[in-house]
Nanobody, 124 residues
């Protein structure tokens, strides 16, 4: 069982930056692929980024590639999402999720555990 708690969301102007954190409970955090997803009002939840258990592999959605960076610190049971050059279309609730399987997946259905989400709002 893994419990996930996101933090770091907020209101930022276009072009600004935010860093999201996701703290995980449980001793097996380092065994999980971790992902970030987002859901804008009236839209389906979509994949943003994911990182392998070791941190050696990362995958990004095309819409955030080059602007967002996912990382993890297994000693702190935490995964991060550094978001730079934010755009109004990045406005959404951001969720972190844990996937006990392999390989890294972009699919919501592959992830077993989810956090409650943190709101990111980018003003123009």
């Amino acid at each position: 069982q893994v419990q996930l708690v996101e933090s770091g969301g907020g209101l930022v102007q276009a072009g600004g930056s935010l860093r999201l954190s996701c703290a995980a409970s449980g001793r097996t955090f380092s065994r999980y692929t971790m992902g970030w997803f987002r859901q804008a009002p009236g839209k389906e939840r979509e994949f943003v980024a994911a990182i392998s258990w070791s941190g050696s592999s990362t995958v990004y959605a095309d819409s955030v590639k080059g602007r967002f960076t996912i990382s993890r610190d297994n000693a702190k049971n935490t995964v991060y999402l550094q978001m730079n050059s934010l755009k109004p279309e990045d406005t959404a609730v951001y969720y972190c999720a844990a996937d006990g399987g392999l390989p890294i997946s972009r699919s919501l259905g592959a992830y077993d555990y989810w956090g409650q989400g943190t709101q990111v709002t980018v003003s123009s």
